[in-house]
């Protein structure tokens, strides 16, 4: 078992911002299906409700997705929106091109949402303005000092609340998944980087001292199952 008391450092395949063709679109499609059968895409979408219902109304919201992925939490997004007649502008970003290419390729033009790829820590990102913006097992891919002043400078560019759907660094996620992975998995990038990713991630108390040391005050922490930290930061 890996020593889970600091965050671990160990690269994901996913890293490899030029990683493309069917290993990335098999893992692309496991893990919206993991994310879906473990219960985490209740995590961002509640985050949603909570600060809609106690943001003043504006008659059009622009909502961000960080790391989108293949695009199924934007999608998801879009549906619930719907669903409540609440207008919006979603964007989903994410650095590597090649999963730019995959969720438009899987994103019916009904859900109106436009994909961008962009570092989120590039000057062509710092231009943009949200309202809202959510990233969902996204933030674990960073350091705490990249993390601190990435959530500094969104203070610049966003009006209402950030959503934080990340890890529980704990050792029953870590096996959890690791044989969840190796018996249900067909891919090796997902079997590798799931495991990784729990040790990459969070507890309470390292999220708090992030938030606080990027100058957030007015902050919720809340465990979720399985194994899942609800952030909602509000600018």
């Not at 961008?116 to 891919?141: E, M, Q, R, V």
């Amino acid at each position: 078992m890996p020593a889970l008391s600091t965050r671990a450092m160990e690269p994901e395949l996913m890293d490899d911002l030029e990683i493309r063709g069917p290993d990335l679109e098999q893992a692309l499609n496991e893990l919206d299906s993991i994310n879906c059968l473990l219960g985490g895409n209740y995590v961002t979408l509640k985050a949603i409700e909570q600060i809609l219902d106690a943001a003043s109304s504006k008659s059009e919201y622009h909502i961000a997705d960080l790391g989108c992925g293949s695009g199924d939490m934007m999608r998801r997004i879009r549906r619930y929106l719907d669903r409540r007649k609440v207008h919006a502008k979603l964007t989903g970003f994410d650095a590597n091109p090649n999963v730019i290419e995959f969720a438009i390729a899987h994103t019916p033009e009904r859900c109106r949402i436009t994909y961008n790829s962009l570092n989120i820590f590039s000057p062509a990102f710092a231009a943009h303005k949200f309202d809202i913006i959510t990233a969902t097992l996204f933030f674990h891919h960073f350091t705490d000092a990249e993390l601190i002043v990435f959530f500094k400078n969104l203070r610049r560019q966003v009006s209402t609340a950030m959503v934080i759907n990340d890890i529980h660094r704990h050792w029953v996620a870590f096996y959890s998944i690791k044989w969840l992975t190796k018996l249900l998995s067909r891919s090796a990038m997902v079997k590798h980087d799931a495991p990784v990713s729990v040790g990459r991630a969070f507890t309470r108390s390292e999220l708090k001292g992030i938030l606080q040391q990027a100058g957030f005050s007015n902050y919720s922490i809340r465990w979720c199952w399985a194994f899942r930290w609800q952030v909602i930061a509000w600018f």
